[in-house]
């Protein structure tokens, strides 16, 4: 069973139509990169999969059900979720902001999951600093263990990769990758696309609110596609760690 899908779903926002019938599916055990230009429906598709964004026709699904017969509870039993927005209200320990994820759990069971999930991705020296105390890219990494630590089998982020340098945010693509590899579903919008290419099983390619391409990250990318979702030429090399985009000239149409 999928542990997400969505199925021809259009969806409304400020009056405008942000998804128009896109189809998406996380399996267990799989990455998947959303990619799109600004505006093309990747935070909307996200928030749809999580119940979030209200879907006006098709069905969004979590484990088989559709979200909006699941309660609040059932749907964070389900998934985790990193919001682009990075913002958090109260200058609270990294700690605590990382148990906030697993609130139906006991205390202290609660704590050891959040000390746990701040050390696999190198903040545990974080745990009892307040998050406004941090630098964006400290709270970036807080904010990605808020997100593993939640219970579900699917996990959902938004530009996880904001804000790191390029060491962190091969660290932080390298820890979701090992979180498919336990048997979890791991879906993120990423801006980058060779990162893209490098971390993902399969690639979702998103313009006007709808899935263009999806598969295998390269062939998900061809040129085609490349041309026609951001407007550039430009084809894959091989380099030393893995494919790389190389960029001939923008697309004098786009």
């Given at each position: 069973m999928s542990l997400a899908a969505l199925w021809d779903v259009e969806a409304v926002m400020g009056?405008?139509?942000?998804?128009?019938?896109?189809?998406?599916?996380l399996e267990p055990g799989e990455v998947v990169g959303l990619v799109g230009r600004n505006g093309a429906g990747?935070?909307?598709?996200?928030?749809?999969?999580?119940?979030?964004?209200?879907v006006t026709q098709g069905v969004a699904q979590l484990q088989?059900?559709?979200?909006?017969?699941?309660?609040?509870?059932?749907?964070?039993?389900?998934?985790?979720y990193l919001p682009q927005e990075r913002r958090i209200a109260w200058n609270m320990p990294a700690v605590e902001v990382v148990a906030l994820s697993t609130p139906f759990l006991p205390g202290p069971e609660s704590r050891r999951r959040a000390v746990g999930a701040l050390r696999d991705?190198?903040?545990?020296?974080?745990?009892?600093?307040?998050?406004g105390d941090m630098s964006g890219g400290e709270r970036a990494r807080v904010l990605i263990a808020r997100a593993v630590s939640a219970p579900g089998p699917a996990l959902f982020l938004d530009e996880p990769i904001?804000?790191?340098?390029?060491?962190?945010?091969?660290?932080?693509?390298?820890?979701?990758?090992?979180?498919?590899?336990?048997?979890?579903?791991?879906?993120?919008?990423?801006?980058?696309?060779?990162?893209?290419?490098l971390y993902s099983d399969?690639?979702?390619?998103?313009?006007?609110?709808?899935?263009?391409?999806?598969?295998?990250?390269?062939?998900?990318?061809?040129?085609?596609?490349?041309?026609?979702?951001?407007?550039?030429?430009?084809?894959?090399?091989?380099?030393?760690?893995?494919p790389l985009l190389a960029t001939r000239h923008r697309h004098q149409g786009a």
């Open positions: 009056g405008h139509r942000v998804l128009n019938g896109a189809d998406l599916v990747k935070t909307s598709a996200l928030r749809a999969l999580l119940g979030l964004l209200p088989g059900e559709d979200v909006r017969r699941l309660s609040s509870r059932q749907r964070a039993e389900r998934a985790g991705v190198n903040a545990d020296h974080l745990a009892d600093r307040g998050v904001a804000g790191l340098d390029p060491d962190a945010q091969h660290f932080v693509l390298a820890h979701l990758r090992s979180q498919a590899e336990s048997g979890r579903g791991v879906m993120m919008s990423l801006h980058d696309l060779t990162l893209a290419a399969r690639v979702a390619v998103m313009r006007d609110g709808l899935v263009i391409s999806d598969g295998e990250p390269l062939a998900a990318l061809a040129p085609d596609i490349l041309r026609e979702a951001f407007g550039i030429e430009a084809g894959w090399m091989e380099g030393p760690a893995g």
